[in-house]
T-cell receptor
Framework: QKEVEQDPGPLSVPEGAIVSLNCTYS??????FMWYRQYSRKGPELLMYTYSSGNKEDGRFTAQVDKSSKYISLFIRDSQPSDSATYLC??????????FGGGTRLMVKP | EAGVVQSPRYKIIEKKQPVAFWCNPI?????LYWYLQNLGQGPELLIRYENEEAVDDSQLPKDRFSAERLKGVDSTLKIQPAELGDSAVYLC?????????????FGPGTRLTVL
């Protein structure tokens, strides 16, 4: 079993839809929970990160962490075609080492 | 501010040939990472440098892979000889560390195809 599991998709939604992306993890020692966005032929870029259980909002994006069930989510409101990308969840330990999920490919259709 | 620079962006070689990738991190970033990203997968760490020192290379296949970071700035990752299974994207990332923060900034990657 991988330390971080993520549904590979692809996930196809119409423009304006609410998108829900999810990951599960196995190691309780992980401290930071990150979401990266990766456009085709580009490197990953950090979208959001959270430290504790609960929600964190940034514009149209909301990151949610449930440490009791080892479950993290990213919600995108009013999705746009420009949101079409691969979304990678990543968990960071105290030594700044990242463990990535496999990524979910999202397509937002106009 | 310039981001992480990698070259070449694309490389096609035949198996058993050597290949090298170059990375220039963001100015002032002490920590440099090399990741391997297979198609449809997330990045996996190969090696991490703190300045010139490789502090985590446990995932680097040392029989054919080598890396160096001379003077604690640029870094080179080499594969010799390349195998078909090495076809992937090789990502470089850097972070400032300390008071500068731990966020890792990624370059665009080098896409390697081994024929």
């Amino acid at each position: 079993q991988k330390e971080v599991e993520q549904d590979p998709g692809p996930l196809s939604v119409p423009e304006g839809a609410i998108v829900s992306l999810n990951c599960t993890y196995s190691n309780s020692a992980f401290q930071y929970f990150m979401w990266y966005r990766q456009y085709s032929r580009k490197g990953p870029e950090l979208l959001m990160y959270t430290y504790s259980s609960g929600n964190k909002e940034d514009g149209r994006f909301t990151a949610q962490v449930d440490k009791s069930s080892k479950y993290i989510s990213l919600f995108i409101r009013d999705s746009q075609p420009s949101d079409s990308a691969t979304y990678l969840c990543a968990i960071r330990n105290a030594g700044n080492m990242l463990t990535f999920g496999g990524g979910t490919r999202l397509m937002v259709k106009p | 501010e310039a981001g992480v620079v990698q070259s070449p962006r694309y490389k096609i070689i035949e198996k058993k040939q050597p290949v090298a990738f170059w990375c220039n991190p963001i100015s002032g970033h002490n920590t440099l990472y090399w990741y391997l990203q297979n198609l449809g997968q997330g990045p996996e760490l190969l090696i991490r440098y703190e300045n010139e020192e490789a502090v985590d290379d446990s995932q680097l296949p040392k029989d054919r892979f080598s890396a160096e970071r001379l003077k604690g700035v640029d870094s080179t990752l080499k594969i010799q000889p390349a195998e078909l299974g090495d076809s992937a994207v090789y990502l470089c990332a850097s972070s400032a560390g300390g008071a500068g923060g731990n966020e890792q900034f990624f370059g665009p990657g080098t896409r390697l195809t081994v024929l």
